[in-house]
């Protein structure tokens, strides 16, 4: 159960390889909020695989019920109001029975002996719905980090109510996680959670691996709101380009961010050396040309993008993200989250490390998350 499928983003990417995968020893059905004319299977290869899908839509809440729900809603929010009863109650609020209903038939309806709630709102929607789902197992499968979900700067969901969620999580009979470093976080709230860890595989198949030759940078994703770090990215190359005059860098991607990244490079005067690329589906080509991948995210539940460059050879600089000090640990070029000034020393001290020997760790390292070991993980916990 996710809410898109036929999208382009790295939870959608995921969700498809990994179903794909469980194809091959269970029927599995992907249950989507997309519409039905949005369907494109062959976005991330599931046309390659048996599986089945249905869709759903909510129906209206009448603008009375709509209202008291939003009222106790708001409330609870304000109040941070403590207990089980309080977060249950949120639960229905914020969750009218109109549409739960329609979601609950959608499920019955299947005869699921596992459901998957990917994402945490959807994993809260089905935890709310449990003791309905008799004989059914439920799993929420958490793809944000910790602080991204109920940190003070959070875009998601806020602090105001990290302690609904994981009232809401304990009900599930799992919830899997994307690194230690949120299980151990979890734990410092609720002894009662005990989540599963599994980290994301590698989605793609590796191209030609990097021949350290093309002093290239390169990063990779959606450009949406300070997320990625692009902006931070396009200010320490500006640094990093007042003493280097021959690297360059690549960003693909595309998004609400565009612009802003395009009046950065123009206002440095850097057109010559930064490139703006499409999404594409062939990335491999340009992991293949570069000499060194950066992540310079604010945040991110787990750095697929990572294990893709190491997958290529790349040697990685990131942002001291707790998901990429687990993912990297010595393997990576580590830089303070956020610091521009910090970034471009790093750009800098990637330019002159043991390219020979930090490709092959990478390669060596890319080797945890093959597809093929991540799946019994995912079918052991089914």
Same mark, same amino acid.
């Not at 179903?19 to 062959?42: G, H, N, Q, Y």
């Given at each position: 159960?996710?809410? #898109? ?115 945490? =709102? ?29 940190? =003070? ?36 709230? #609720?002894?009662?959670?005990? =989540? ?37 990215? +396009? ?47 062939? +990335?491999?080509?340009?992991? #293949? ?34 998901? #990429? ?58």
């Amino acid at each position: 159960m996710v809410d #898109s499928i036929f999208s382009i983003g790295g939870v959608q990417r995921v969700t498809a390889v990994i179903a794909k995968s469980l194809a091959t020893d269970f029927d599995v059905t992907i249950m989507t909020f997309d519409r039905p004319e949005t369907e494109d299977t062959t976005l991330y290869g599931l046309n390659e695989a048996n599986i089945s899908y249905r869709f759903v839509a909510y129906p209206q809440v009448g603008k009375a019920k709509n209202f008291c729900c939003k009222a106790y809603s708001g409330l609870y929010r304000k109040l941070r109001l403590p207990g089980q009863w309080a977060s249950d109650l949120y639960a229905r609020s914020s969750f009218p029975s109109e549409r739960r209903n329609a979601l609950l038939q959608a499920l019955q309806e299947g005869h699921f002996d596992t459901i998957v709630g990917v994402h945490a =709102p959807l994993a809260t929607r089905l935890a709310t719905m449990k003791s309905q789902l008799k004989g059914t197992r439920c799993i929420g499968w958490i793809h944000n980090s910790f602080e991204a979900l109920f940190g =003070p700067t959070s875009l998601y969901i806020g602090p105001d109510r990290r302690r609904h969620y994981i009232y809401q999580f304990c009900k599930l009979d799992a919830t899997v996680l994307l690194c230690r470093h949120d299980a151990e976080t979890y734990a410092r709230y #609720s002894s009662r959670f005990k =989540p599963t860890v599994i980290y994301n595989p590698l989605t793609l198949t590796p191209g030609e691996p990097s021949d350290g030759t093309s002093k290239r940078f390169l990063a990779v994703g959606r450009f949406s709101k300070k997320h990625k770090g692009f902006d931070l990215l +396009i200010d320490a190359f500006y640094l990093f380009a007042k003493e280097n005059k021959e690297w360059k860098l690549d960003i693909v991607g595309e998004g609400q961010e565009e612009p802003l990244y395009r009046e950065k490079i123009a206002k440095y005067h850097l057109e010559d050396r930064i490139e703006l690329h499409p999404y594409t589906n062939h +990335i491999q080509d340009y992991y #293949s040309k570069a000499q060194v991948y950066v992540l310079s995210s604010r945040w991110e539940g787990f750095g697929l993008v990572i294990i893709e460059a190491m997958a290529h050879g790349l040697p990685i600089v990131s942002s001291d993200l707790p998901t #990429s000090l687990e993912l990297l640990g010595k393997q990576g070029l580590f830089f303070r989250n956020g610091n521009v000034s910090d970034l471009a020393r790093q750009l800098h001290a990637a330019t002159k490390l043991d390219w020979p020997k930090m490709s092959a760790e990478a390669l060596k390292h890319s080797e945890h998350f093959r597809l093929s070991i991540i799946s019994q993980q995912w079918k052991a916990i089914l």
